[in-house]
Nanobody, 122 residues
Framework: QVQLVESGGGSVQAGGSLRLSCAAS????????MAWFRQAPGKEREGVAY???????NVADSVKGRFTIAKDNAKTTLYLQMNSLKPEDTAIYYC????????????????WGQGTQVTVSS
């Protein structure tokens, strides 16, 4: 049973913007901590941002000021707005969810989407 479905990835030039979406169930969007991770080729999965069930957002220093995480409970969707994209942002981006909020640690999340590719060219 697929519970998290990402969309919105694509190719963009440096300086451009993309908005990723993660469709979830009502229970997950309301009661779970949700996060965005990314994994570039040959690198470990990296936490990008997470948001608690109480809508408290946290963004990694590497993307602070450029990326924003938000969720729309009515649409049961998690978003990642990415502005001023850089080539080093190129990665597969994953949505994740877990009942407890322990930060952007991939090992703390048990529900994962299939990922969406983001490619930023210089």
């Amino acid at each position: 049973q697929v519970q998290l479905v990402e969309s919105g990835g694509g190719s963009v030039q440096a300086g451009g913007s993309l908005r990723l979406s993660c469709a979830a169930s009502t229970e997950i969007i309301s009661d779970y901590c949700m996060a965005w991770f990314r994994q570039a080729p040959g690198k470990e999965r990296e936490g990008v941002a997470y948001i608690s069930r109480f809508d408290s957002p946290n963004v990694a220093d590497s993307v602070k000021g450029r990326f924003t995480i938000a969720k729309d409970n009515a649409k049961t969707t998690l978003y990642l707005q990415m502005n001023s994209l850089k080539p080093e942002d190129t990665a597969i981006y994953y949505c994740a969810a877990e009942r407890g909020c322990l930060g952007a640690d991939a090992t703390a999340f048990s529900l994962w989407g299939q990922g969406t590719q983001v490619t930023v060219s210089s």
